[in-house]
């Protein structure tokens, strides 16, 4: 045998050392503190009441594009009205958004929870464009108060990113332009403004095109 070869019983005595070693690494791997399953899971914010908010009536004044990424600057101005309620189980909630801007428009959303992820996701249904077909959900979280949820959808025929963004508890400063002075002019609280946006470059700019907002109000009456 050539005298630079190890011996048949030094190649088995090798391999028995690298394979306890190798046990001995993967033994201390799993007991390492903060690599467990359990760990990463507690490390994920409990945001399964971010939307309580809507819990309630709610009067929405509402500021809407005319035409959307199409340059405009032409915006209408309607109050619309929102009820919300938790879903059974702890899944989410659920509010009915109804309008008059489209004649005895009805919308609803349902957002439901992931516990091991911390996203909501966001479905939506109405009685005028969703032809009984409830869209791909908007996924996100809220960072503070401010929750940012985005997914797919089309805007005449052109595949767009569309995001949604609730404020909670805005500031003075983020309710008072001149739409919502004149569609809030007791100046009654704010618990909620939202925003959708559009893009349709991948999500390298974005248009916004509609903002409503949420007033407590058990006798809402929507206007065209």
Not at 111 to 139: A, E, H, M
Request: aromatic share 12%.
């Amino acid at each position: 045998m050539h005298p630079g070869n190890p011996t048949r019983g030094a190649l088995i005595a090798a391999t028995v050392a690298v394979v306890a070693a190798a046990v001995y690494t993967v033994k201390s791997a799993v007991a390492a503190p903060g690599d467990s399953a359990t760990e990463e899971s507690a490390a994920v914010r409990d945001g399964s009441h971010d939307f309580d908010f809507v819990y309630g009536k709610w009067r929405m004044p509402n500021h809407r594009l005319k035409k959307r990424l199409a340059g405009s600057h032409e915006w209408v101005d309607f109050i619309t009205c929102d009820e919300g309620r938790p879903l059974p189980g702890g899944i989410g909630d659920t509010d009915s958004w109804r309008a008059s801007f489209w004649k005895d428009f009805v919308g609803i959303a349902f957002r439901t929870y992931d516990t091991k992820t911390g996203l909501w996701r966001i479905y939506w249904v109405d009685n005028t464009f969703s032809q009984g077909v409830i869209g791909p959900p908007l996924v996100g979280k809220f960072d503070g108060n401010v929750g940012k949820f985005e997914g797919r959808d089309t805007e005449n025929g052109v595949p767009v990113l569309l995001r949604f963004t609730w404020t909670l508890n805005p500031t003075p400063a983020q309710v008072s332009a001149q739409w919502e002075k004149a569609l809030n002019p007791g100046g009654a609280r704010v618990v909620a403004k939202w925003e959708q946006a559009f893009s349709a470059d991948g999500g390298k700019t974005w248009e916004t095109n509609w903002y409503n907002e949420f007033i407590h109000d058990d006798n809402c009456t929507p206007t065209p």
